[in-house]
Structure formats: C-alpha cells, structure tokens
C-alpha cells in the first residue's frame, strides 16, 4: 500500500551523525564541582536508547548509516540504567526519610547522618547520588526553585546536594578546601583552619544546602592523628543544619566507627562499648550514634523474592541492549541467570561489567547475541566474592575435628656430624 512503512524499513528515527558524535564526545565537568553535580542531575537516566531494528532493517540501511547505528547502539550498551534494584532502594528509602526528618527540625543542634557501607562495584556512589538527586529536584520544585535563606540582594548559587570525594591525604584543612572547591571558591593560601572552617560554614549556609555527600569516606584510617580530626570535624559540620551522608568501602572494619558486629537477630551492626565507658562509666556519644549505618548488600539468589529480584534486573537489561539478533528470554532464560550469579557471585557492578563486555564482543563478533558460549570467553578479573554478615564462612578445606594435620617432617642437616676415622683403602 501506498505511503505505508514497512517493519523491515530502515529506521527513520535515527539521530545524525553530529548528534551521536555530540553524545560520545561531550565532556562531562567533574560531579565533586557545582556545575559538574547540576549536569549529573539533569542529564542522569536521559539517554535515548538507539531504536531496535532487525537484522533485516540493517541490511536495508545505507552504509554510511549503518556505521552510525552501530556506533549509536555502542553507546547504548556502554551505558547500562541504574535500575530499582532491593539494595537501591534500601539506600534510597533511608536518605529520604533522614533528608525529610532533618529539614523540618527547628530547635535539635544536631542534624543525624548517614554511612552507606559496601564492597567495591555494589553501586554505593550511584545508589547515594541519585537519591541526593531525586532530593534536589523535589527540594528545588518545593521552593519554585529558590534559595528559601538567600538574602535580598544577593546572587549566590542554590545547591541544596553539595558531593565532594574525600580527599586521599585528608587533613582538616583538605576537606575544607574540597568542600569550598565545589563551589570554585576563592581561598587564601595563608588562611588558618579556623578561617576555612568559617569560610566553609558560611558557604554552607549562603548556598541553601541541606546534604553534605562525603565519598570514599574509608580513606580515612583512625590510626593517623589527621584522620581522628577530619571526623571531629565532620562531627562539627552535623550542626550547620546539614545532613551528612558518608559513603566508602567497609565502613565498620576501618575504625570508624569502631570494630562493628552484625547481629543475626536484630539485622543490624553493633558497635562494642568503648573502653572509657567501661571504665569512667561515661555515655558513649560519639560518631556511631549520630550516624545510621547501611550496609550495601549484593544480588541473592535463594528465596522467591530474591530470584525474582535478579530476573526483574535482568530483564531491564535484556530490554535496554541492542543486538541484531538479541530475543526475548537472551538473559533470563535456560540457566543463563543461574551462570551470571556464578560468574559475577551477585555484584550488580560486575554483572554490568561482564554483560556491556559481552554486547561489545556480541557486535565484534557479528554475532550479535549473548549466549553463555560467548560469556566464557570473556575474562572477568574479581577476588572471591565478600562473605555476607549474615551467613557462616564455608572453610576452603574440611577441617577435622579433635585431630591435628599432620605435620611435614624436616630433614636434619647433616654437613657437621661427625662420621669417624677415614676407612683404610687396600695394603
């Protein structure tokens, strides 16, 4: 029929070439800097996805078109959404109702924190900053979008989410400079640590902002003098009307807030009691009351529910790649989530990893589907996945009750024993 488009027509809602060139080859300002957080939260979850097309559509393009597809899809796939996984939305869950809590108290000195606690690639930094972001937007819109503290006259910026990454050498005075470094402020050289302390307290407030997110918080190590000050001072930060939320790789093992225990009962970490309590009978109020600590889990796979979990995950991947000859089921179906649990061991970051991985070789290959054949030939470097608090550690070998391995016996050095007079050798 006449003026009617077939469904194995080239796509006509490709992009042009400049465009796609524009969405690979932009710069992206660093998010630790107000314009680099501002383009982090406008422009998070906005990639259009290339238009799946057939094998059949493909062929039919021009070639020159064809070249941009690919390069467009590669995009797509390179470029995996954040998705509402049970560990995201534990994190997001909890920073909502303590950004919520906090900016309507009026009279309480001290505003409680956040500890976002996890191994590496289990989406800490992503989990955090799209709820400090989701925060943002629903802050801005509730005051049509400005600053409710600016005073007349004044044209400071509004940033309700401050993120600053927590510097590797951290002193007082380098968070300081971290902190006033999102805003671009102009510091002296010479300034004493009360003055950057002042200087950060006044941006704090001049700016409207409610979160303070401290990243990599576990560069911290509670041994180094600096160290105990950096947290005596982010203690001090709890009362400029500011939410702190601290991000960073085991949060209870690295002092922080003393060596924690998991309760199996109550699900939640147990800090001892400090020695000076037990002693001078003093209450404890230091960092692990003023903070609610969460710690970031992985993928499970044994309940329902958290099988479930993992299909949903899956399938909001299978529906976001594009490969020509990619089918309903590519990661869900068979035992292919079973393998992905297995090669990955639950680590959403990793599971990411190996299937953008797995699309590239998919499209290298021209075989443009990702089967558990093409996954094998994909190295995926990772240490032994983390033992959950809430399970027993398995030994590596059996160890046997009431008896001792046997021990390797050691050859005695004979070069000083002494072997008698020589043997006289014929007459």
């Known amino acids: 029929m006449t003026g009617t488009r077939s469904h194995d027509d080239p796509p006509a809602c490709l992009p042009p070439r400049a465009k796609i060139a524009e969405l ?24 259009v996805p290339a238009p799946p097309i057939s094998p059949r559509q493909w062929a039919t393009t021009p070639e020159d078109r064809q070249a941009d597809y690919d390069l467009y899809r590669q995009l797509t796939n390179a470029n995996l959404p954040l998705q509402d996984t049970p560990m995201h939305n534990k994190v997001g869950k909890l920073i909502r109702r303590r950004l919520s809590g906090n900016t309507m108290k009026h009279d309480d000195p001290t505003r409680a924190g956040v500890m976002v606690s996890g191994w590496g690639n289990y989406g800490k930094t992503a989990s955090v900053c799209s709820a400090g972001a989701v925060f943002e937007d629903e802050w801005r819109d509730l005051h049509s979008y400005l600053n409710p503290g600016a005073l007349p006259g004044t044209r400071d910026l509004h940033a309700p989410v401050v993120y600053v990454s927590t510097p590797v050498t951290a002193t007082p005075k380098s968070l300081c400079m971290s902190i006033l470094g999102f805003f671009r402020a102009p510091v002296r050289k010479t300034a004493t640590l009360p003055e950057l302390v002042g200087q950060v307290a006044n941006s704090l407030h001049d700016h409207g902002v409610k979160a303070l997110i401290l990243d990599d918080i576990s560069r911290l190590r509670m041994h180094r003098a600096d160290d105990q000050d950096v947290l005596d001072l982010m203690r001090a930060f709890m009362s400029l009307d500011v939410t702190l939320i601290l991000s960073g790789v085991n949060i209870p093992g690295i002092g922080l807030l003393r060596e924690a225990n998991w309760n199996k009962k109550t699900r939640r970490w147990e800090m001892p009691q400090l020695e000076s309590t ?16 969460i710690e970031l889990d992985r993928f499970r796979y044994t309940t329902p529910a958290q099988i479930q979990a ?8 299978e529906r976001h790649l594009r490969l020509l000859n990619a089918k309903e089921g590519m990661l869900t179906g068979g035992t292919m989530p079973e393998y992905l649990m297995r090669r990955t061991g639950g680590v959403v970051g990793l599971v990411g990893r190996l299937l953008e991985d797995g699309a590239q070789e998919a499209m290298d290959s021209g075989k443009e589907l990702i089967d558990e054949g093409l996954l094998d030939e994909i190295v995926l470097r990772r240490d032994e996945p983390e033992q959950p608090p809430n399970e027993p550690a398995i030994p590596a070998t059996p160890v046997t009750v009431g008896k001792k391995p046997p021990q390797p016996k050691r050859h005695r050095n004979t070069v000083l024993d002494d072997h008698g007079p020589v043997r006289a050798t014929g007459s």
């Open 278 to 293: 037990r002693i001078h009978g003093l209450e404890v109020t230091q960092t692990e009351h003023r903070f609610e600590l």
């Open 310 to 317: 993992v299909i949903n995950h899956l399938k909001g991947i």
């Open 24 to 47: 690979i080859l932009g710069s992206h300002p660093p998010r630790d800097t107000y314009l680099g957080w501002q383009h982090y939260r406008t422009h998070c979850g906005l990639l």
